[in-house]
């Protein structure tokens, strides 16, 4: 990918930030709330992908959100189905990359938001003379542990159930108009 990007071919890729947190070290007792496609890697790969993202080689970050009902994950591990409920844990996952170094902040924020918009061709992600309001207000520093009963998604089939992370979405507004306001909440 990076040598096809450095020929000026316009190729892109991204990742979902599952897979730069989890490997195949996590599917050890088959967990299928672990069950993705792709399927999960070895330490070395999850390490790869960190690097092309914060080369730039990955444009885009996402969560591949993939909510199902319980019985969807209450089986033998191939055969339930694959996904991870990521929608509510991507912010937070995604913040915890810029504290661990991978990538600065500003740069994690562009995989996030006008990185993807571009890539598909779209005038949004950022803000500036006829764009889109769209924005997402966060608290980075808003601590919460993932919960079942916390995730918003319909579905709860996380991995990362039991994880104390930092970032909360405070406000989303859509074409300006806030859609969202986060409940506030008893901190752990």
């Known amino acids: 990918m990076a040598r096809a990007q450095a020929e000026g071919l316009s190729v892109t890729a991204d990742t979902a930030v599952h897979h730069l947190y989890l490997s195949e070290i996590d599917l ?3 967990d299928s709330r672990c069950h ?4 999960l890697r070895g330490p070395r790969d999850r390490d790869a992908l960190r690097a092309g993202l914060a080369e730039g080689v990955l444009g885009a970050l996402c969560s591949d959100h993939q909510p199902h009902e319980p019985d969807a994950k209450q089986a033998p591990f191939g055969d339930t189905e694959p996904g991870i409920s990521g929608l509510d844990t991507l912010l937070a996952l995604s913040l915890r990359l810029a504290r661990d170094g991978v990538l600065p902040l500003p740069a994690l924020l562009a995989r996030l938001t006008w990185g993807p918009a571009r890539i598909l061709g779209l005038d949004s992600g950022h803000l500036g003379p006829g764009a889109p309001a769209d924005l997402c207000i966060f608290d ?8 079942a009963d916390a ?3 319909r579905g709860h089939n996380s991995p990362f159930l039991g994880w104390e ?3 909360q979405v405070t406000h989303t507004l859509l074409e300006g108009q806030v859609v969202h306001v986060r409940e506030a909440r008893r901190s752990k």
């Open 36 to 39: 993705v496609r792709p399927p």
């Open 28 to 30: 050890s007792g088959f």
């Open 140 to 147: 980075p520093d808003a601590e919460w542990r993932v919960e």
């Open 151 to 153: 995730l918003r998604s």
């Open 165 to 167: 992370l930092h970032g």
